[in-house]
C-alpha cells in the first residue's frame, strides 16, 4: 500500500509504520484501533506523509514542540508513532462525559489556554519522567494563516522541569484539510516534518532564569524550519 512503504525518493522519508514501539508504552486497543483506520484512510484522502520519524526515541520520553494550524494536528504528528503521543489538549473541548472519556483514552491533558497551570506542568513533568511522549502547541492557539506566530512563555517551565529530548515538529496543509469553523474534513496534502532533538547543551545553557526569550527564539527557529520543509514539501 502506497500510504504504509517507505517514499525512497525522500532520502528522510519514513513510513507509517515505522515500528517505533516501547513495550513500557503500550497503546490501548481504542488507540491502536483509531491509529490503524487513520493510517488507511489518510494517505488515500489527505495524501499525508512524515518524514523525520528517526528522531524519535524507540524507547524514553521525548517533548514534541509543534506548530498549530488545525484540530487535525495531534492525529497527524501521532500518526506514524507506534506510541502514543500525550498532547496537551485545552480543557474548552472536554465538553460532556464522553469527550472527557474519549480524550482520557488517547491520553490528552487538559490545560488551560490562558495559562498553564503549575498541576498541569506537574502532569505533563510527570509523564515525561515516567518515559512517556508529550506533545505540545508552544503557540498557544491555531495560526489563522498557516505561519507560526509568537510562542507563548507557558511551555518554558516545562523545557525547563524536564530533562528530555525536545524535537521540534513541523505541520504543512493540516489548516486547509480541517480549517477554523468547519465540519468535514477537505482532501487536502497534509506534510508532517520531525526535526533532530535540539542541542542538550544549548538548552542547559538557557533554562536559567533570564534566558526566556532566548530560549524561545531557539525553539521557534527549529519548529520554523521544519515548517518550511514541510510547506515545500507539500507544494511539490
Request: aromatic share 8%; with cysteine.
Amino acid at each position: 500500500m502506497a500510504g504504509v512503504q517507505a517514499n525512497r525518493e525522500q532520502a528522510r522519508g519514513s513510513t507509517l509504520d515505522s515500528n517505533i514501539a516501547a513495550t513500557s508504552d503500550p497503546r490501548n486497543a481504542l488507540y491502536r484501533f483509531l491509529q490503524a483506520c487513520l493510517r488507511i484512510a489518510a494517505p488515500v484522502y489527505l495524501r499525508y506523509q512524515a518524514r523525520g520519524v528517526e528522531h524519535v526515541p524507540q524507547r524514553g520520553p521525548a517533548l514534541f514542540v509543534v506548530n498549530h494550524q488545525s484540530f487535525l494536528d495531534p492525529v497527524m504528528v501521532a500518526l506514524p508513532i507506534s506510541r502514543p503521543v500525550r498532547f496537551l489538549a485545552r480543557d474548552t473541548l472536554y465538553r460532556g462525559p464522553l469527550i472527557r472519556a474519549l480524550f482520557d483514552k488517547i491520553y490528552t491533558i487538559p490545560i488551560n489556554r490562558g495559562a498553564a497551570s503549575s498541576a498541569t506542568i506537574r502532569q505533563a513533568t510527570s509523564q515525561l519522567q515516567q518515559g512517556f511522549l508529550v506533545g505540545i502547541f508552544p503557540e498557544g492557539t491555531r495560526s489563522a494563516d498557516g505561519r507560526i506566530g509568537a510562542l507563548k512563555p507557558g511551555f518554558i517551565a516545562l523545557v525547563r522541569r524536564a530533562d528530555v529530548p525536545v524535537i521540534p515538529v513541523g505541520l504543512a496543509g493540516t489548516g486547509a484539510a480541517f480549517p477554523r469553523g468547519a465540519w468535514f474534513v477537505r482532501p487536502k496534502t497534509c506534510r508532517v516534518v520531525f526535526g533532530a532533538p535540539l542541542q542538550p547543551e544549548i538548552l542547559a545553557q538557557l533554562k536559567g532564569h533570564g534566558s526566556e526569550q532566548a530560549l524561545l527564539e531557539v525553539v521557534r527557529d527549529a519548529m520554523q524550519r521544519c515548517y518550511v520543509e514541510a510547506r515545500d514539501w507539500q507544494s511539490r
